[in-house]
């Protein structure tokens, strides 16, 4: 994308999680609001890739990225040792890194919390040495966000229907 001012800008690379029985709402209206703006991109990021149906059964998703492609990528990004020089392939074709990432609510999160490896992506991705800039939930997300440890010190809240949950 090309700033105002000619500069070449990159655009955010958005990462939603998907899993069985998310709320399709909690995916659409963030991803429309940020695609509507012409500076983020979006990936569908799932256990494993392919169809992913949500609550209502009648809307799936294709997860595009596994949790494996995408934590491979980022430790493939990350230099040997600190001394190692930066990657001299170009920047276009060099794996993007995901800059956001989202985790929608549904009534698949009260299973979801059980799953180690969602929660341990979860974990990894939020982690600091990531360098994430901005992990979201919606609704429901935020109880994933809470089991990954991700929420730990921290204010958060959720639909007051599920609270007790």
């Not at 979006?42 to 256990?47: E, H, K, P, R, T």
């Not at 491979?72 to 930066?86: G, I, N, Y």
């Not at 994430?132 to 010190?153: E, K, N, P, W, Y």
């Given at each position: 994308?090309?700033?105002?001012?000619?500069?070449?800008?990159?655009?955010?690379?958005?990462?939603?999680?998907l899993y069985p029985g998310f709320e399709p709402l909690d995916v659409c209206g963030p991803v429309n609001l940020f695609a509507a703006s012409g500076a983020v991109d979006?990936?569908?990021?799932?256990?494993e890739t392919g169809p992913v149906t949500s609550v209502t059964g009648a809307m799936t998703w294709v997860a595009n990225h596994s949790f494996a492609d995408i934590l491979?990528?980022?430790?493939?990004?990350?230099?040997?040792?600190?001394?190692?020089?930066?990657s001299s392939q170009p920047q276009q074709q060099q794996q993007r890194k995901l800059v956001w990432l989202l985790v929608p609510g549904g009534i698949g999160?009260?299973?979801?919390?059980?799953?180690?490896?969602?929660?341990?992506?979860?974990?990894q991705l939020c982690a600091p040495s990531y360098g994430?800039?901005?992990?979201?939930?919606?609704?429901?997300?935020?109880?994933?966000?809470?089991?990954?440890?991700?929420?730990?010190?921290k204010k958060a809240t959720s639909n007051k229907n599920v609270f007790e949950w």
């Open positions: 994308m090309t700033h105002l001012g000619g500069k070449e800008e990159r655009k955010v690379l958005l990462g939603v999680v979006v990936i569908y990021i799932a256990q491979a990528a980022a430790a493939a990004s990350k230099p040997a040792d600190a001394a190692q020089a930066p999160s009260r299973k979801e919390v059980q799953n180690s490896e969602l929660l341990q992506f979860i974990e994430l800039q901005l992990c979201m939930s919606v609704c429901t997300g935020a109880a994933l966000l809470a089991a990954a440890g991700v929420l730990d010190g």
